[in-house]
Nanobody, 121 residues
Framework: QVQLVESGGGLVQAGGSLRLSCAAS????????MGWYRQAPGKQRDLVAT???????NYADSVKGRFTISRDNAKNTVYLQMNSLKPEDTAVYYCNANIQPRIMTIVLGYWGQGTQVTVSS
């Protein structure tokens, strides 16, 4: 059984910072791309940032220069450092990872349970 557990969300004033963490655990053979997505009320879930196992990153235009994604492969953990937060960043943030479980030869997509980020103006 593979699971992703997120932490680090909360309430912050505009201009502030938060750091999200997401740890993958269970019977894991390998982890490919990891990433963060967010979903605001009444809106679709959108990509925030992704990072490959080799460290290549991709960001949504709306967060470039403010958010930084990183990962610790030894800990199976991905991070999202969010600086200069804006009220429009308010959303539930979800961790995603493409993982090959030990008992399988295919890669599956896994989601975390989500963590709320609220930015007040």
């Amino acid at each position: 059984q593979v699971q992703l557990v997120e932490s680090g969300g909360g309430l912050v004033q505009a201009g502030g910072s938060l750091r999200l963490s997401c740890a993958a655990s269970g019977s894991i053979f390998s982890i490919n791309t990891m990433g963060w997505y967010r979903q605001a009320p009444g809106k679709q879930r959108d990509l925030v940032a992704t990072i490959t196992s080799g460290g290549n990153t991709n960001y949504a235009d709306s967060v470039k220069g403010r958010f930084t994604i990183s990962r610790d492969n030894a800990k199976n953990t991905v991070y999202l450092q969010m600086n200069s937060l804006k009220p429009e960043d308010t959303a539930v943030y979800y961790c995603n990872a493409n993982i090959q479980p030990r008992i399988m030869t295919i890669v599956l997509g896994y989601w975390g349970q989500g963590t709320q980020v609220t930015v007040s103006s």
